[in-house]
């Protein structure tokens, strides 16, 4: 059964960090590219950060692109945001998202981040 349960949410200052981490399990996690999105109230789901299957490149989008930084481990089946600088506008509920090209998807349930 694949699970993506994502963790490290929670309330920050602004100015604070926080590390946000998705433990995989259930599919050969090294075969999937793996993104983070987020979506605040009243907003679309947006894509925040992505990496690729063994970690060589990454992309961010330009609101968070020098202040948060996205890897993983395959060795331990988990993806990581950290995320530094944080802002109000960071607020929102973060989700796990891995992805094998154009035959499977698998979601999170999310985890709230609270900046204020």
């Known amino acids: 059964q694949v699970q993506l349960v994502e963790s490290g949410g929670g309330l920050v200052q602004p100015g604070g960090s926080l590390r946000l981490s998705c433990a995989a399990s259930?599919?050969?996690?090294?075969?999937?590219?793996m993104s983070w999105y987020r979506q605040a109230p009243g907003k679309e789901r947006e894509l925040v950060a992505t990496?690729?299957?063994?970690?060589?490149?990454?992309t961010y989008i330009d609101s968070v692109k020098d202040r948060c930084t996205i890897d993983r481990d395959n060795s331990k089946n988990t993806v990581y945001l950290q995320m530094n600088s944080l802002k109000p506008e960071d607020t929102a509920v973060y989700y796990c998202?891995?992805?094998?090209?154009?035959?499977?998807?698998?979601w999170g349930q999310g985890t709230q981040v609270t900046v204020q």
């Open positions: 990496i690729t299957t063994a970690g060589r490149n990454t």
């Open positions: 998202n891995a992805r094998w090209g154009t035959w499977h998807d698998y």
């Open positions: 259930g599919f050969t996690f090294s075969r999937y590219a």
